[in-house]
T-cell receptor
Framework: KQEVTQIPAALSVPEGENLVLNCSFT??????LQWFRQDPGKGLTSLLL???SQREQTSGRLNASLDKSSGRSTLYIAASQPGDSATYLC??????????WGAGTKLIIKP | GAGVSQSPSNKVTEKGKDVELRCDPI?????LYWYRQSLGQGLEFLIY????????KSGLPSDRFSAERTGGSVSTLTIQRTQQEDSAVYLC????????????FGPGTRLLVL
């Protein structure tokens, strides 16, 4: 059974710092991995999608990597801003076409 | 264009009553998904539709839960004889074609069963 783990559960850093969020999964048989952002009272926003054949994806200050063989992904946020404060969720699309979710990392960027 | 919309945004019901949650996907999106996020827990997959058919219903927690999609567009998630443990945020998402594409999420329906 696929399990997704995100570390740390919460992170608080000063504005301007670069930071890394981690996601690990137990079964490497995935179709893709996605990073989402969840703001309080709002829906989920997809940030980056990495297909199983890809190693990384970039969008603006965000860079996500995927190492399928080791079951790991990282989300790198450069030059963090207070507006980046949110919960970041990692999800893998497993062999049954189900999205399996991590519990999220709650990120707080202090001005 | 408009994103995924869900209604109602909030629903309070009494234990034992039936509730119906609605999802309007992005126009033209053929795949539609339902998830549940209980308080303090991660997101849980419930069911997905490709067109009007649901290839995988294994995520539905019990036979009190059912979902349908008509006309390849609107979907309804029905919970019969609601229980307190059904209280959660129910999220709907859609994607343009296959399940391997990016999913776009609605704002969710917050269900509270008293």
């Amino acid at each position: 059974k696929q399990e997704v783990t995100q570390i740390p559960a919460a992170l608080s850093v000063p504005e301007g710092e670069n930071l890394v969020l981690n996601c690990s999964f137990t079964d490497s048989a995935i179709y893709n991995l996605q990073w989402f952002r969840q703001d309080p009272g709002k829906g989920l926003t997809s940030l980056l999608l990495i297909q199983s054949s890809q190693r990384e994806q970039t969008s603006g200050r965000l860079n996500a990597s995927l190492d399928k063989s080791s079951g790991r992904s990282t989300l790198y946020i450069a030059a963090s801003q207070p507006g980046d404060s949110a919960t970041y969720l990692c999800a893998v699309l497993d062999s049954n076409y189900q999205l399996i979710w991590g519990a999220g990392t709650k990120l707080i960027i202090k001005p | 264009g408009a994103g995924v919309s869900q209604s109602p945004s909030n629903k309070v019901t009494e234990k034992g009553k039936d509730v119906e949650l609605r999802c309007d996907p992005i126009s033209g999106h053929t795949a539609l998904y339902w998830y549940r996020q209980s308080l303090g827990q991660g997101l849980e997959f419930l069911i997905y539709f490709q067109g009007n058919s649901a290839p995988d219903k294994s995520g539905l927690p019990s036979d009190r839960f059912s979902a349908e999609r008509t006309g390849g567009s609107v979907s309804t998630l029905t919970i019969q004889r609601t229980q307190q443990e059904d209280s959660a945020v129910y999220l709907c998402a859609s994607s343009p074609g296959t399940v391997q594409e990016t999913q776009y999420f609605g704002p969710g329906t917050r269900l509270l069963v008293l």
